[in-house]
């Protein structure tokens, strides 16, 4: 993705490893960033969470298979983020995200029971619903609903069984729609 | 219980499969993308240089560390190096400001690497309308950063391809006078980090240890318990 953004700065010496990292980089960057903001990094460090993750990844290239990159980086992901999770919870003087924190989305819904919600408040909506909910139920969440990774693959990243991983997403889309105050709208 | 099918085909409403869908569309800023070049340009030969053997946590006890940054980083292996320095950098932009960077380096280093500029207010969840398109975010600056941010982002991002591409022809005098001039242009530039990591692989790589030792001390002493510090360390033990 970003690759079509850049000049073609590959050259002849590079080795497979420099090639495979950098194409890496190209095709998931933007997914690291974008599970990383969704299990809770905060803005100010997604940038970083996501360079790190990289950084990771180039140390253990040679475990990553062909094809597995974008599971593999993600379950890096899910670490640097709890990580991050913890040791900003335990600084307690650090707001997890300020700008998304609406009380509660309900009463915003309510007003416009039937209409395409607006981006942005959907978004701030999502978020205030996720900092809500369990880290295993947004986990699991953020992967299946919206990385779209399989039940199995989700599974293998929480290193818990599928029965659990489907009961955990079900789960928080009950939390979701229960704090959308959306139940039964279609 | 059944087979665990998607929300959006699995009884959502509409306004749940439009929150899916705003999710699934949210992207970066353009800052953030042109960081991500940054990486593809430096992290290449970082990544054959730490590929080679080096320790990943073993700075991880140093005292310097904040009490959160010790935490994050005896938790975890590898990873909690990461997650400990972007934690304690994340903590210091959002509650106090950072060190003043006083190095004897031979040039001003950020004094917090990566992200130079103060918080955003307003986060970037991108719109429904506009699914992601990283190319159309780096051409499109958002209006509320002034252009002349992104261009320079821009010029500091190709002036360390440069370099690197140098580096990875095997031509480290070369990186080294490209990162000369990028000190030159940008003495206090946003990926100046960037830049000291990509010096201290061209002094190696040019076998002047003692040098990139002392560039490695001089940026640990400053940003004692941040990624990048502890990365020079990796390199310069690992060669």
């Given amino acids: 993705m970003i690759e079509r953004a850049l000049p073609p700065t590959i050259t002849a010496r590079e080795t497979a490893p420099d090639v495979r990292f950098r194409s890496m980089v190209d095709a998931h960057f933007v997914t690291v960033w974008r599970a990383l903001r969704h299990l809770g990094v905060p803005e100010v460090g997604a940038d970083d969470g996501a360079q790190q993750v990289f950084l990771v990844a180039a140390r253990r290239l040679d475990d990553i298979r062909a094809g597995g990159e974008r599971q593999y980086l993600l379950a890096i992901a899910l670490r640097v983020a709890s990580e991050i999770r913890r040791a900003l919870r335990r600084r307690r003087e650090v707001p997890m995200d300020t700008p998304v924190s609406e009380p509660l989305c309900v009463a915003t819904v309510d007003q416009q029971p039937e209409q395409a919600l607006d981006n942005k408040r959907a978004l701030a909506m999502l978020a205030t619903c996720l900092e809500g909910m369990s880290e295993k139920l947004r986990d699991a969440f953020v992967l299946f609903e919206l990385e779209e990774l399989s039940a199995p693959e989700v599974a293998r990243l929480l290193g818990v069984p599928v029965g659990t991983v489907a009961s955990r997403v079900r789960l928080a889309r009950e939390y979701i729609r229960e704090s959308l105050g959306s139940r039964g709208r279609r | ?239």
């Fill in chain 2, 1 to 239: 219980m059944s087979e665990l099918r998607r929300w959006s085909a699995d009884g959502a409403t509409d306004a749940e499969i439009a929150l899916l869908e705003a999710a699934r569309g949210v992207q970066p800023s353009a800052e953030t993308l042109a960081r991500a070049r940054a990486l593809r340009a430096l992290s290449v030969t970082a990544a054959a240089t730490t590929i080679a053997g080096a320790a990943p946590v073993a700075a991880a006890t140093k005292s310097g560390l904040t009490l959160v940054g010790k935490i994050a980083i005896l938790s975890l292996v590898g990873g909690g190096v990461v997650a400990g320095g972007v934690a304690v950098r994340a903590a210091r932009q959002a509650s106090a400001p950072p060190a003043a960077a006083v190095v004897p380096a031979p040039r001003p280093v950020s004094a917090v690497p990566l992200r130079p500029e103060p918080p955003r207010v307003n986060p970037p969840p991108a719109s429904v309308s506009a699914p992601i398109s990283p190319v159309r975010a780096a051409e499109s600056p958002r209006p509320a950063r002034p252009a002349s941010s992104n261009d320079q982002l821009s010029r500091e991002v190709k002036a360390l391809e440069l370099a690197h591409r140098a580096l990875a022809e095997h031509d480290p005098q070369r990186a080294l006078e490209l990162l000369d001039r990028y000190g030159a242009h940008f003495p206090a530039g946003s990926l100046s980090s960037e830049a000291v990591v990509l010096r201290v692989q061209a002094l190696l790589a040019n076998g002047d240890r003692a040098a990139a030792q002392a560039q490695a001390d001089a940026y640990s002493a400053a940003h004692p318990d941040t990624p990048f510090a502890i990365r020079l360390k990796e390199l310069v033990r690992g060669q």
